[in-house]
């Protein structure tokens, strides 16, 4: 399993609220960080490094703020409210943001590092 499929089991992206192969492409963009040999991403010799739990934050954040426009509706005798996904959406983040990675780089390279929103 390559890290896009890792990334959209993680964030359940076929789910409502749904996130397309657009957003998956930013999301693993967004988690490039520094190699284990501190080579930034943008360095020639960067061998791909990840931090899926960084992208599976942010994916969370993404699917709560398209939850924010979604509406309340009943079907089949069940309810379905928005704030139930927002809260979802923002406990899932929560559990991601506990898991990102720190990059610590000696040198004066400086990898991804957590987000100063994470809690």
């Known amino acids: 399993m390559d890290n896009r499929e890792r990334l959209k089991r993680a964030i359940a992206w076929d789910q409502t609220p ?3 192969e657009d957003d ?3 999301l693993i963009s967004l988690a ?3 190699d284990a040999e501190g080579n930034l991403p943008s360095d020639a010799g960067w061998e791909e490094s990840f931090d899926l739990n960084l992208a599976a934050y942010e994916g969370w954040g993404r699917k ?3 939850a924010v426009s979604m509406i309340a509706f009943s079907a089949d005798d069940a309810s379905f409210r928005r704030d139930q996904y927002i809260q979802h959406c923002q406990q899932m983040q ?3 943001a506990a898991r990102v ?3 610590v780089n000696t040198s004066s390279r400086i990898g991804r590092r ?3 929103d994470c809690p």
């Open 32 to 34: 490039r960080i520094a």
């Open 101 to 103: 990675a720190y990059t």
């Open 94 to 96: 929560a559990t991601y």
């Open 114 to 116: 957590r987000h100063a």
């Open 64 to 66: 709560a703020a398209k």
């Open 24 to 26: 998956i492409d930013d």
């Open 18 to 20: 749904t996130l397309d």
